[in-house]
């Protein structure tokens, strides 16, 4: 298991496009986050899923903005008619339930709305 | 207020010198953990350290070490023999409760680190 992919690397979109991102979690990791940090900026928390079900989704920054977890493996982030201010760097990572701190990122996905 | 308070924007390191990097925090849960990340250009974090509240001994990690003063309400990250590589931004984080329900990381704003030859 080589870690936490994210896909794409790098999105390029016009403002009012939706676009869709998809974060592999490590195979073993039953928890899976997602976060988004902007210029300058630490990450900041969006979402998070334990298996298939989403337990907290109340830090989502708008209705355009929707993540599932459909089989407990693998999630996708979704925005919709994205806006300039939503350009950033998303990123996932994953851990296992009752670790202290087995918290792994991926390499994110870099999201420029034009 | 801020959870996670780094101070320092920037900081320039002399090559195989140490550098400490400042994180201050503010918490009323008696129980929680206080992380370092690095995040080169490339964007991934890559996790350094990690201290728990109840940890008596500071946290160690090859050439990372936390200077952990939980009255003072700091968890600095004291490199040691800087590396080229090193350069990158630093975050710490920290995760509040130690329960189940224990699973956001809330970050500071990073300090930039920058090892010169």
């Known amino acids: 298991d080589t870690g936490v992919s994210q896909d794409p690397r790098h999105k390029i979109t016009k403002r009012g496009q939706n676009v869709t991102f998809r974060c592999d979690p490590i195979?073993?990791?039953?928890?899976l986050y997602w976060y988004r940090q902007t210029l300058g900026q630490g990450p900041e928390f969006l979402t998070y899923f334990q298996n298939e079900a989403q337990l907290e989704k109340s830090r989502l920054l708008s209705d355009r903005f929707s993540a599932e977890r459909p089989k407990g493996s693998f999630s996708t982030l979704e925005i919709q008619r994205t806006e300039q201010g939503d350009s950033a760097m998303y990123l996932c990572?994953?851990?296992?339930?009752?670790?202290?701190?087995?918290?792994?990122f991926g390499s994110g996905t870099r999201l420029t709305v034009v | 207020a801020q959870k996670i308070t780094q101070t320092q924007p920037g900081m320039f390191v002399q090559e195989k010198e140490a550098v400490t990097l400042d994180c201050t925090y503010d918490t009323s849960d008696p129980s929680y953990g206080l992380f370092w990340y690095k995040q080169p250009s490339s964007g991934e974090m890559i996790f350094l350290i990690y201290q728990g509240s109840y940890d008596q001994q500071n946290a160690t990690e090859g050439r990372y070490s936390l200077n952990f003063q939980k009255a003072r309400k700091s968890a600095n990250l004291v490199i040691s023999a800087s590396q080229l590589g090193d350069s990158a931004m630093y975050f710490c984080a920290m995760r509040e409760g130690g329960g189940a329900g224990s699973y956001q990381l809330t970050f500071g704003k990073g300090t930039k680190l920058s090892v010169i030859p």
């Open positions: 195979s073993e990791h039953n928890r």
């Open positions: 990572a994953s851990s296992l339930s009752g670790q202290l701190y087995g918290y792994t």
